[in-house]
């Protein structure tokens, strides 16, 4: 039995999330099914994170235990052959100690939001950017997402739906940057809350648009009230970025 560690590249438009589930097509289930095919084994596959429905990733990270003998090469070129039509690609494969994990053995997650901000609507990168009609100001996005940085209670910024056992996170990166005709906004923590990046998101692009002053970020992170969010930016935009080890 090998454990193999996987780095994934998928458009999150097609599907419902990395996590398998019922009668849903899923980053997971596509790769699982791929194995199968190759190997006759039905391995698990584990990932450093789980984005959700139209999310997508840059360079995701993954494991899958699997007994068939196979070169990391064979392995990669067999499931990117067999995971099509599916919009997802294994960049590299390579063989990990047993007790290695993709999930429990991460030490750190980056994430990419784009955000277009011009009036004509996206033609090329239609459901890979958020598209905003109006200019947004870079530098008061900046100065807003300056009181998210740090240890804080990110409850405001927590869908209902999340399962953390604490809301409590330390940030520690948030920046934003101007790339051409998008407003790129990046984050990195050792882990973050379901939403929470796109949430961060969401109000920082209404301090861009004038509706939210930057003090207003830290006000809504003093809340410690999902009431108190501007609003959660579509996941179109967000990209998973890198896992670090």
Partial sequence: MTRWRLTVEYDGGPFMGWQRQNQAPTIQ???EDAIAKMTGERATVHG???TDAGVHALAMEAHADIAKPLTATRL???LNALVRPALVTVLAVHPVADDWHARFSCTGRRYLYRLLD???PPAVDRGRVWHVPVPLDVARMSEGAAHLVGL???TTF?????QSAS????LAALTVERVAAEVHVRAAARSFLHHQVRSMVGCLMMVGRGQWSPDDI????DARDRAALGLNAPPEGLYFVEATY
């Fill in 29 to 31: 289930l596509a790769l």
């Fill in 48 to 50: 450093a994170g789980r």
């Fill in 76 to 78: 990669r070129e067999g």
């Fill in 118 to 120: 011009r009036r004509p």
């Fill in 152 to 154: 804080h209670d990110f």
């Fill in 158 to 162: 927590r869908s209902a739906h999340c």
């Fill in 167 to 170: 809301p409590v996170k330390t």
């Fill in 218 to 221: 830290a006000r809504a992170r």
